[in-house]
């Protein structure tokens, strides 16, 4: 599920962490429709995902993760791919 990561969500982001979402990029670098841009939520937690295959091949890479966060003005948890999460979540100082 998602991109190899060369550093995995949880060494960035922590259960109980503030976090403040961003509009999302495309590849040129250029914003895209923002994600609600400015949202603030809490990591509830991690659940961890064994990757399956890439291309039929078993993939023995590291395990993904979703992230669990409660959104403060929505009040729900919502769960997301560790990948997008990199990208859409910034850690707020605690």
């Known amino acids: 599920m998602g991109k190899p990561m060369e550093i995995a969500i949880t060494d960035v ?24 841009d400015g949202e603030i939520g809490v990591i509830v937690s991690f659940e961890e995902v064994p990757r399956q295959e890439v291309r039929g091949v078993p993939y023995d890479g590291p395990t993904g993760h979703v992230v669990k966060i409660l959104w403060q003005h929505r009040g729900t948890v919502e769960n997301m791919p560790d990948w997008y999460a990199a990208e859409l979540l910034e850690p707020l100082p605690s």
């Open 13 to 36: 982001l922590k259960v109980g962490q503030l976090v403040r979402s961003r509009a999302m990029q495309d590849k040129q670098g250029v914003e895209s429709l923002p994600y609600g």
